[in-house]
């Protein structure tokens, strides 16, 4: 078994164990207020091997799924921006928003119809340069990379390096290796020479971002519709603690003056880029509160309690997982109780 599969599996356990601890009533107060979710990618699931981004993708089928499992557990489906109103003022009963990272077209074609059978408002989280097509999303240039090739060869500091990716189990490795060497170092350096591995091998992420991200004009006429609402997710999606705080500004304020030229309306929602610690500490987020915006959210899962009030740009987010869809899963995390058990939900 690989890391990923035990993870998965260890995942898996403590979702059952935190199933049964709900249906026996033990730690009601675990659910808090509600909760903030986070998807990415919506559509039709399309099996390939290796798939290291499949956690990042869920189907129509399953946020119908999840939507219909939350209604009926009560829950109210309200706005991110309406989140603080009611971290101050609770109703007594839950709620639950949806945030959409990163502007994929398929939550215009797939997630759209889904929220609107249950009237459920969303977030949609818009990277400049993914929408403008001057940045990439090296995620998928990186899967499509491996997926492809049976050898890869590449040069680094003078130094030519041949990985054999001739089985899935190879292939995953050589994902997980290079994506760890973009995430410690020169993000913009590290992303650029892969970009240059993977054109030689015949795959363009020019190309991959303009099939995958709403365009400019496109979100213009998706922020027309009333349940859509857009949020600032940066120019360049990458990590902010890296940056000097002059470019950590530019980051967060073109994005705003991009989205209020498209809709007229500036944003008042900002999702930090991976939502962890490459992007999320102290001085970080005193910037996003200082360039205007009234919530930005994390990647950081919890439900949520009055106290986070207080943290306004810093709001944790339940992942909805590809590798986890089903509606017991939904229930459990909404209960809080997986947190709570490994002590990252307030007691």
């Known amino acids: 078994m690989n890391g990923k599969s035990f993870r998965h599996g260890l ?21 808090g207020l509600g909760a903030i979710f986070t998807l990415h990618q919506v559509r039709p699931y399309r099996p390939c091997a290796p798939d290291p981004n ?16 939350l ?28 945030t959409l990272d990163d502007a994929y077209r398929n939550s215009r074609d797939f997630a759209l119809p889904v929220f609107e059978r249950f009237e459920a408002p969303f977030t949609v989280f818009v990277c400049q340069g993914l929408s403008e097509r001057s940045h990439g999303l090296w995620w998928e240039t990186l899967a499509a990379l491996v997926r492809k090739v049976d050898r890869l060869e590449f040069e680094i500091d003078g130094r030519q390096h041949v990985l054999p990716a001739d089985t899935v189990a190879r292939k995953a490795s050589i994902f997980a290796r290079i994506a760890s060497r973009i995430a410690a170092g020169d993000e913009t350096a590290a992303i650029a020479w892969l970009d240059r591995v993977a054109l030689g091998e015949g795959i363009d ?55 209020e030229k498209l809709t007229g309306r500036r944003p008042v929602t900002f999702a930090y880029p991976y939502g962890d610690h490459r992007s999320v500490d102290e001085r970080i987020v005193a910037q996003v509160g200082e360039a205007g915006f009234r919530v930005a959210v994390t990647t950081r899962p919890s439900t949520l309690f ?13 992942s909805l997982n590809g590798h986890f869809q089903t509606a017991t899963a939904v229930r459990t995390l909404a209960s809080g109780i997986p947190f709570r058990l490994s002590s990252r939900h307030p007691a």
């Not at 499949?54 to 499992?69: C, G, M, Q, S």
């Not at 009030?309 to 944790?316: E, I, Q, R, V, Y």
């Open 205 to 259: 992420s020019a190309h991959l971002v303009d099939d995958a991200i709403l365009s400019s004009s496109e979100l213009a006429d998706f922020a027309a519709h009333p349940l859509v609402s857009l949020g600032a997710h940066t120019i360049s999606h990458r990590g902010l603690v890296r940056l000097s705080p002059f470019t950590v500004r530019q980051e967060l304020e073109q994005p705003a003056d991009y989205l």
């Open 71 to 98: 209604w009926r557990e009560n829950y109210e489906f309200v706005r991110l921006e309406d989140v603080p109103d009611r971290l101050m003022r609770p109703t007594g009963r839950p709620f639950a928003a949806f």
């Open 54 to 69: 499949r956690h990042l993708e869920i189907t129509p089928k399953f946020l119908d799924t999840a939507l219909r499992a």
């Open 11 to 31: 995942i898996a356990a403590g979702l059952t164990a935190a199933e049964v601890l709900r249906r026996l009533g033990v730690m009601p107060d675990a659910r």
């Open 306 to 318: 009055p106290g986070h009030g207080g943290a306004l740009h810093a709001l944790p987010r339940i």
